[in-house]
Nanobody
Framework: QVQLVESGGGLVQAGGSLRLSCAASGGSRSINDMGWYRQAPGKEREFVADITFGGRLTYADAVKVRFTISRDNAKNTVYLQMNSLKPEDTAVYYC???????????????WGQGTQVTVSS
């Protein structure tokens, strides 16, 4: 059973930066695509970014330019570098992974437990 463990959330002022990490274990060889979703209070969970095993990237329009997703396949870890953070980026950020030919934009096979990101104005 694949497990995803996130780290790196916290409190930051507007304009600041944070880096999230997500490490996969337990059968992670089956994973193709890894990415991030976020959920703000009272809102639906939304896609943020993803990266395939081969390095193809996709970003939500709201974070394009400000956020960068990367991946270390040897460590089964995906990262999300978040710069120029805004109060509207405040949310619980969830790591997501999919197996086979799918991507997390279409179907998520595994979720992390989530990490809180709070951006103060």
């Amino acid at each position: 059973q694949v497990q995803l463990v996130e780290s790196g959330g916290g409190l930051v002022q507007a304009g600041g930066s944070l880096r999230l990490s997500c490490a996969a274990s337990g059968g992670s060889r089956s994973i193709n695509d890894m990415g991030w979703y976020r959920q703000a209070p009272g809102k639906e969970r939304e896609f943020v970014a993803d990266i395939t095993f081969g390095g193809r990237l996709t970003y939500a329009d709201a974070v394009k330019v400000r956020f960068t997703i990367s991946r270390d396949n040897a460590k089964n870890t995906v990262y999300l570098q978040m710069n120029s953070l805004k109060p509207e980026d405040t949310a619980v950020y969830y790591c997501a992974a999919s197996v086979g030919s799918g991507t997390v934009m279409n179907y998520v096979n595994y979720w992390g437990q989530g990490t809180q990101v709070t951006v103060s104005s």
